[in-house]
């Protein structure tokens, strides 16, 4: 049960945290009856300290906070609610008040896309493996995918995990190019399996 007389004024820190990029999106102050007013219209509901009144985020711009859960930390004293956004959440236009991007991030894999689109850019002063993929042309990144394709396969119809893994590794860093190569990147294919999900 969350500890609202814990602070003098009667409101609890709440972070929203987006549902699907687990990105922290703002920050804000409720009191119970924003919790209440929350928890019923599926809507996010603050008590605004300049407003001096409850304040339902995107009652005037649209967008809306949809409530999807909500969590009180240890202490009783913090509210951290998921949310789906519909649209910036920041009432300057941004996706969050810290004025970052709200993309799904994949830890090591998208720094590695990063680094991917790097080289892509500047496939032509890189002297490195995966500019001069990008320079060979879509054949022979395709090529290197249904390679590894196979060596994976082979690999793991063997006992030794570490050429398992070791191929697998190679295949995704491969299919990773050629992602970019046909000018994707992993959220697309993220987007389409989540189409198919029942």
């Given at each position: 049960?969350?500890?609202?007389?814990?602070?003098t004024?009667g409101l609890?820190?709440?972070i929203?945290?987006?549902n699907?990029?687990?990105?922290?999106?703002?920050?804000?102050?409720m009191?119970?009856?924003a919790?209440?007013?929350?928890?019923t219209?599926k809507?996010v509901?603050f008590f605004?300290r300049?407003?001096?009144?409850?304040?339902?985020?995107?009652?005037?711009?649209?967008n809306?906070?949809?409530l999807?859960?909500y969590?009180?930390?240890c202490d009783n004293d913090?509210?951290?609610?998921k949310?789906?956004p519909?649209?910036?959440?920041?009432?300057?236009?941004s996706?969050?008040?810290w004025?970052e991007q709200?993309?799904?991030?994949?830890?090591f894999?998208s720094k590695?896309?990063n680094?991917?689109?790097?080289r892509?850019?500047?496939?032509?002063?890189?002297?490195?493996?995966v500019a001069s993929?990008?320079?060979?042309g879509?054949n022979?990144?395709?090529?290197?995918v249904g390679?590894?394709?196979?060596?994976v396969v082979?690999?793991a119809?063997?006992?030794?995990?570490d050429l398992?893994?070791?191929?697998?590794?190679?295949l995704?860093?491969?299919y990773?190019i050629?992602?970019?190569?046909?000018g994707f990147?992993?959220?697309d294919?993220?987007?389409?399996?989540?189409g198919r999900e029942?």
């Amino acid at each position: 049960m969350i500890n609202f007389t814990k602070y003098t004024d009667g409101l609890v820190p709440t972070i929203i945290q987006d549902n699907e990029t687990k990105n922290v999106l703002m920050l804000g102050f409720m009191n119970q009856e924003a919790l209440d007013k929350t928890i019923t219209t599926k809507k996010v509901t603050f008590f605004s300290r300049t407003k001096n009144r409850l304040w339902t985020k995107g009652e005037e711009s649209g967008n809306f906070l949809n409530l999807v859960s909500y969590a009180i930390d240890c202490d009783n004293d913090t509210l951290l609610l998921k949310v789906n956004p519909m649209g910036p959440t920041c009432h300057k236009g941004s996706d969050t008040c810290w004025n970052e991007q709200n993309n799904q991030e994949y830890g090591f894999l998208s720094k590695l896309e990063n680094t991917i689109t790097a080289r892509k850019e500047n496939a032509s002063a890189e002297k490195s493996y995966v500019a001069s993929l990008f320079e060979k042309g879509i054949n022979k990144i395709a090529q290197k995918v249904g390679e590894e394709a196979v060596e994976v396969v082979i690999e793991a119809k063997d006992n030794n995990d570490d050429l398992f893994l070791n191929e697998s590794a190679d295949l995704l860093f491969h299919y990773l190019i050629l992602l970019q190569a046909k000018g994707f990147q992993l959220n697309d294919v993220v987007d389409v399996l989540k189409g198919r999900e029942k």
